[in-house]
């Protein structure tokens, strides 16, 4: 026997196997990392218990969530997109708006309509970022302006939840461009007659919907820890070759910054509305 047994060239290690968490019992916090019973994220309106991330709420959800119950009436329910350019990608246009209606059980990126919220009358929009990112095709684009005219005819204030994560959607090309201008034209006449707009902005908020109706608000309000920009923070440090500071393009920033003028939960959304609109409401 020698002296100096050769230890074994390998070491075998025990690696245990990972157990699968299931996707629909528990939530992993894409801020803190923490896992959330998805009941529990439910009871607390999608908001992460530990370090107050908001996560997404679907279009229905959000009007449930800041709506009186029962008040909301839609409008332009059974609008939905045509293909104007026959447009054929890995899929087409046809197929995407498929899948994703499947997914969301939505006719399209934007609901509208108008309800009560505390007892003050609005007409409200909100978009889906679940629902090709939550992108500005010509139906979005049209409900919206819609929307932002029955404003200026009831008087009612106009309230738009934004939750896009893309804007132009390349499946409609310039007609999908076409409706920052629209938009922004409409609420130019919406300001011109007095009415108010409040712009609520919850993660993400970016490209061609930041760059149009989503920054023109009278008063602009933020969910916590929202991302909102118009590029995304890797193209620009791409572009121009520097370190972005911390934090930057999150609601917090922005506030610093004089961007947005508020950060509201989500739980306090309703309360904060409704004193805005009692403040300065006029007949
Ligand atoms: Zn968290």
New binding site residues.
């Given amino acids: 026997m020698p002296i100096f047994p050769r230890k074994p060239k390998y070491t075998i290690v025990k690696v245990a196997k990972k157990r699968d968490i299931p996707s629909d019992l528990w939530t992993r916090?894409?801020?803190?990392?923490?896992l959330?019973y998805n009941k529990k994220l439910e009871e607390n309106l999608r908001i992460?218990?530990?370090?107050?991330?908001h996560f997404l709420l679907g279009a229905r959800e959000r009007i449930k969530v800041l709506l009186d119950d029962g008040s909301f009436k839609e409008m332009d329910a059974g609008m939905a997109s045509l293909d104007p350019l026959q447009f054929k990608g890995p899929k087409t246009y046809i197929e995407k708006l498929k899948k994703d209606q499947e997914l969301t059980g939505l006719k399209e990126a934007a609901i509208t309509g108008q309800g009560v919220i505390d007892g003050h009358k609005v007409i409200v929009g909100v978009t889906d970022s679940r629902f090709i990112m939550g992108s500005m095709g010509s139906v979005v684009g049209e409900k919206l302006t819609r929307a932002i005219e029955r404003s200026v005819e009831t008087k009612y204030p106009l309230i738009i939840v934004s939750g896009s994560g893309g804007g132009a959607r390349m499946y409609e090309g310039m007609f999908s461009l076409m409706q920052m201008a629209k938009t922004s034209a409409a609420l130019t006449r919406h300001n011109k007659a007095g009415r108010m707009f409040i712009s609520i902005l919850t993660n993400p908020t970016m490209a061609g919907i930041m760059a149009s109706f989503a920054s023109l608000g009278d008063i602009i309000m933020a969910e916590p820890k929202a991302l909102i920009g118009f590029t995304g923070p890797r193209v620009i440090e791409q572009t121009i070759r520097q370190k972005l500071p911390p934090g930057f393009q999150k609601s917090e920033f922005l506030l610093k910054h004089g961007l947005i003028d508020m950060i509201v939960n989500r739980k306090n959304m309703r309360e904060t509305l409704s004193r805005i609109m009692s403040y300065s409401w006029r007949k």
């Fill in positions: 916090c894409s801020d803190c990392n923490e959330i992460c218990p530990k370090c107050n991330f």
